[in-house]
């Protein structure tokens, strides 16, 4: 069984760069056909897609957020990375990472609480 794991700050300052991270067990990051993404839900809001990592590294952010976007791995820990830079409130959100392969989402994270403020 995958599982997903999110860690990093609960708060944020806005202009500040968040960096959250995911770690993966049960599968590796480099798999075949594997992309590992990082979706988010602002508050009373739907799920936004920000990114992903493949098992190959390559990688794909969505355009509305690509300039502020960074999405890494390393996989000696078996773990994904998001860093968004120069946050502001609209930022707050629950951010998850997921599991893509065969076309649907495979395997979620239980989301993680990042707010935004000063």
């Known amino acids: 069984q995958v599982q997903l794991q999110e860690s990093g700050p609960d708060l944020v300052k806005p202009s500040q760069t968040l960096s959250l991270t995911c770690t993966v067990s049960g599968a590796s990051i480099t798999t075949n056909n594997n992309a590992w993404n990082w979706i988010r839900q602002p508050p009373g809001k739907g799920l936004e897609w920000m990114g992903y990592i493949r098992y190959d590294g390559s990688t794909s952010s969505s355009p509305s957020l690509k300039s502020h976007t960074s999405i890494s791995r390393d996989t000696s820990k078996n773990q994904f990375s998001l860093q968004l830079s120069s946050v502001t409130p609209e930022d707050t959100a629950v951010y998850y990472c997921?599991?893509?392969?065969?076309?649907?989402?495979?395997?979620w994270g239980q989301g993680i609480q990042v707010t935004v403020s000063s």
């Open positions: 997921a599991r893509w392969s065969d076309y649907s989402y495979k395997d």
